[in-house]
């Protein structure tokens, strides 16, 4: 073997301290770079050295001759995919047999502290916060991510929060699942609003493996606080809850007297905190990291234990060729937005029912459709702000249309039923979140849902006009976008689902596309020459045609001389652009570069930026100002 390649193989980062030595009793010059303080024994034939390999890691090795090669075992390695240098894991017992046929990856056993950073967001521990209605629940969920996503009203009367929210928290270095649970109400009938929530959160809470109850330390401890913790005790005996006494920022004396009274709960010492000026949030942070800590670690070592996962899955690598899709459901009141997400899940996740206005919050959830992750937003209703909406009704309409601002596609469901009862297919609102959302510049799928209400032999004519007249309609009424997909689905049945997440997926890939500049200048000729001007002057004369950005796709067509696309250029290059190149459902933005003229003379003339010809002109100075003679 040559020295070179016993000096590669040496060198290398990842196997520190494994090198190659001959049989003879001095080993190889390379063992004095890699482990430059080993003293070396002998015993019986085999050779071992124990020592410092680097001096920044402070750890012992031991190596071993075995026909040779060498064996490593040390309590302590560098990896250099967990971060930048010097970032080390604690290890026991790893032992690296490197030899001609064994090719066996080290057992890496993970040890605290724990880096939750360079975690995977799937393996992440979940928090869910529960407790009796406003008591300040996503208060908190909104101070541990860092944004006002959940919205937070006081309101005594009425319940703001309805659906599960679910984040990711970032709590000093502490990450985990967060998630926010409408309130608790035990002694309520299961069809009514509070009995669904209640239901829905037994459910998540089931997978759920931490737990924070929260009183209102101004109420002290409530009846219902003690029926909640009975709740909990029934539905989730495997978790201990953490105690927190929120709105203390304004308690004295009396803060004392109201955590003696929690210990009757059951679950400890309550942590007084507050979640609106952030008062206690390091009490809370030190109840909370030995717990999460101690379930990474064994989380962690239970997945380098079995054969087909490798320690490196463990680490978050994003792809960023690769990004998520957001994807938002709009609509007016009641079209089925939060019944198509559950159709879509395959999950009742968020509440649903006959009542108008049910959804609130914005809920958004993430799940994986063929090997593409998709980030789903279901919006409350979509309807004009007026005057008289106040409280959550006027938060929720700001909600949804920051939703839709913030998605990749827009997905607006229509209601079957309605558009027979009005013979017509969009009403006001809907026409005005269409344009709203090509405005932003963003992917439309129109879904028209409840066509279960128009089975049978008697609503069979009725079922294809409407199949035949959306389409038509909403293109006339949205005629800055050709080729708007339109799906029709029954979101109770679960009919269509399939259908409508491909035909999000294609509007997406088309949103996303990217064409050559010698494609489109190809295409130009083309287009030009098959398209019918007055006469040789009115054709515009582009000189360059090329794309800039996609997400949308945006062109810039460059033009010579002064001349300016007209606005019927503009949409039949638009047109012409989305039936060649197949960009349907997708906006398209044109923007128009004037191109300098170069004189024989070397000077530029021409464009918006030039001046035209003729004789100088001389510049004589007044007393006022520069006049030009």
Known sequence: MSLSLIRAISSRKNQLGIGFFSYSRHFHSQWQITAPKCSIHSSLGSRWFSGNMIPELNQTCSVRQTNG????????????????????????????????????KPTVVYKKPIDFTKIDAKLLPTVMIIGRPNVGKS?????????????????????VTRDIREGIAKFGDLRFNVLDSAGIETEVSSGTILGRTTSMTANVLSRTQFAVLIIDVRAGLHPLDLEVG?????????????????????????????????LALGFGEPTAISAETGLGMTALYEVLHPLLEDY?????????????????ENLSDEDESKLPLQLAIVGRPNVGKSTLLNALLEEERVLVGPEAGLTRDAVRVQFEFQGRTVYMVDTAGWLERTERDKGPASLSIMQSRKSLMRAHIVALVLDAEEIIKGQRSMTHSEVVIARRAVEEGRGLVVIVNKMDCLRGKKNSEMYKKIKEAVPIEVQTVIPQITGIPVVFISALEGRGRLQVMNEVIGTYQRWCSRL???RLNR?????????????????PKIKFFTQVKARPPTFVAFLTGKTQLLESDIRFLTKSLKDDFDLGGTPIRIIQ?????????????????????????????????????
């Open 516 to 518: 050559s500049t010698g």
């Open 296 to 312: 990474m670690v064994e989380t962690l070592n239970d997945r380098c234990s079995q054969d087909d996962v490798t320690s490196e």
């Open 69 to 104: 090669f060498c064996s490593v075992s040390l309590n302590g390695v560098v990896d250099s995919n967990l971060g930048s240098e010097g970032e080390t894991i604690d290890v026991e017992d790893v032992s690296l047999n490197v030899g001609p046929l064994d090719k066996k």
């Open 523 to 539: 295409w130009l000729i083309k287009v030009m020459s098959r398209h019918s001007w007055k006469d040789s002057a009115s054709q």
């Open 230 to 262: 009975k709740w909990l005790r029934k539905h989730a005996p495997q978790i201990k809850p953490i105690v927190v006494m929120n709105k203390s920022e304004s308690i004295g004396e009396s803060l004392a007297e109201v955590a003696s009274e929690a």
């Open 139 to 159: 208060a908190l969920y909104n101070r541990l991510i860092r944004r006002r996503e959940a919205l937070v009203y006081n309101t005594p009367d009425d319940h």
């Open 593 to 629: 570069r004037s191109v300098l003229r170069t004189s024989p003379s070397g000077k530029s003339s021409g464009g918006n930026t030039s001046r035209s010809g003729g004789p100088a002109r001389q510049r004589t100075t007044s007393d006022k100002r520069t006049v030009s003679v």
